[in-house]
């Protein structure tokens, strides 16, 4: 693999893990955030 290829590799890898990090967080904050906003789940959504 040549350099070119390897770079665009490691940043399509990093961008998804990045996407799915991004997923999780939000996930996990969202129950706090509908109790300290006092807002629906739509609307924390």
Known sequence: MN???AVAFASSVA???IVAFD???LTVAQPTLRHDL???VARVQ
């Open 3 to 5: 350099r070119q290829r």
């Open 38 to 40: 006092g807002a629906s």
């Open 15 to 17: 961008g998804a893990v």
């Open 23 to 25: 997923g999780t967080v």
